[in-house]
């Protein structure tokens, strides 16, 4: 078991959890952020990499990629801890005299972080991706459920599985640097965006509907694949984008008030009803919330700026502007 003491462990690694580890650097505060996914980025990484995000500030538009990039690239010089492909479940406190309760969390790969405070930014809980029904067995040697680096697939027989906007977007992405790509989907209708379907329909990109993948062949890698129509495949990379399901899951357990059921209670500051524990992003629960990327980091710098007083009740709740001191290094 692994052990890991900081100031404030961030539950949840999308755009709001890695903006409140950049702004918990400003308040000096050492920082760990957990996140079940095996990268940072959450439901945009998972959902819409490529696609262009027109409502946060300062950016006209820009790419779920690009702006996951930019936001790890913003909270580098403080060294937040990515604990990534960990789930966040059992939470201990030990009381200290005169002092608030330091927060103890388990995740599911037995690391245990000591905080003062914690964040939770988990959008709308933890993600598990939907498995194929065959080739689990070559998970990390051909089969993933994410595309990080499109790097790995040049020169690659690749096959896309799924109809939403992952699938076709990886399936747009890939296609100039990939030796062949196929997308296969169950149905003949597509959930994507209709624009990035004819996009897709307009490029070399194979299309399979009413197609499923029931068995995956090959020795220490990915080789081929078989489909439910009786075609095989030549495959290298094989990309299950079939989408997520998503709850709470150990947070219940945690003793917070929900609201409808998934949701956490907050206050204006973004404090939960559990001393310590804070929350903002979607999983943020409030009369009047819009959940938009832009209000959760608004809400999320309210909620680191209101833990660094939390730690320290003699803290200043107002950090100054960012213009007023020198740039991080």
């Known amino acids: 078991m692994s052990a890991l003491d900081v100031d404030v462990l961030i539950v949840g690694a999308g755009p709001v959890g890695l903006f409140g580890a950049y702004y918990a650097g400003v308040r000096g505060l050492h920082t760990a952020v957990v996140d079940s996914l095996s990268q940072v980025g959450g439901q945009v990484s998972a959902m819409y990499p490529e ?174 694949i078989e489909l439910s129509t009786g075609h095989t495949l030549p495959c290298q990379r094989l990309v299950a984008a079939l989408g997520f399901t998503a709850n709470l899951g150990p947070l219940r357990e945690w003793g917070l008030d929900l609201h409808d059921n998934r949701h956490l209670v907050a206050d204006s500051a973004m404090r939960t009803n559990v001393p310590g524990i804070f929350a903002a992003g979607d999983i943020a629960g409030y009369d009047g919330k819009v959940r938009l990327i832009a209000v959760g980091f608004g809400e999320v710098a309210t909620a680191v700026n209101n833990a660094a007083v939390h730690l320290d009740p003699a803290a200043q709740l107002f950090p100054g502007h960012s213009t007023d001191g020198p740039p991080p290094a």
């Open 51 to 224: 696609k262009e995000i027109f409502d946060v500030a300062g950016f006209p538009a820009v790419t779920g990629r690009r702006l996951i990039a930019n936001l790890v690239a913003q909270a580098a010089p403080y060294e937040p801890a990515y604990l990534l492909g960990e789930e966040a479940q059992r939470l201990d406190r030990v009381p200290r005299d005169g002092r608030p309760d330091l927060l103890v969390v388990k995740t599911s790969a037995g690391t245990e972080i000591t905080a003062g405070a914690v964040i939770v930014t988990g959008g709308i809980g933890t993600f598990t991706p939907r498995p194929l029904p065959a080739g689990e067995e070559f998970l990390g040697r051909g089969l993933e459920y994410f595309v990080p680096d499109s790097a790995d697939y040049a020169g690659k027989d690749v096959v896309v599985v799924g109809g939403g906007d992952s699938a076709v977007d990886w399936a747009l992405m890939l296609q100039p640097i990939a030796k062949t790509v196929t997308l296969v989907h169950r149905r003949a209708a597509f959930r994507a965006h209709h624009g990035s379907v004819e996009r897709l329909r307009a490029s070399s990109v194979e299309i399979v509907t009413d197609a499923q993948v029931v068995a995956t062949l090959g020795g220490h890698g990915l080789e081929r």
